[in-house]
């Protein structure tokens, strides 16, 4: 396949390449200098975590401890020096 090279410096990524890569609109591509030719490299991101996505994940059949409310509200509005 060949595409042109605008006078930017930028090209189109024909739409098979783009989809045999998986890569799509503002995705990155590490570009390797190999020879007289160039590879593409998709940059894979890891997706980013959540608290949320870890909801359950420490699961006990204890019951849970109770809490001291009082106790904890004035540990809470303590001013620690």
Do not use: H
Not at 3 to 20: D, H
């Amino acid at each position: 396949m060949q595409t042109v090279l605008s006078s930017k410096g930028q090209t189109v990524i024909p739409k098979p390449i783009r989809e045999a890569l998986g890569i799509k609109p503002g995705d990155r591509i590490n570009i390797v200098l190999e020879g007289n030719s160039a590879r593409l490299i998709p940059i894979r991101q890891r997706p980013t975590s959540r608290v949320a996505d870890g909801a359950g994940m420490l699961y006990s059949d204890q019951p849970p401890a109770p809490v001291d409310f009082d106790a904890w509200n004035c540990i809470r509005l303590a001013k620690i020096p």
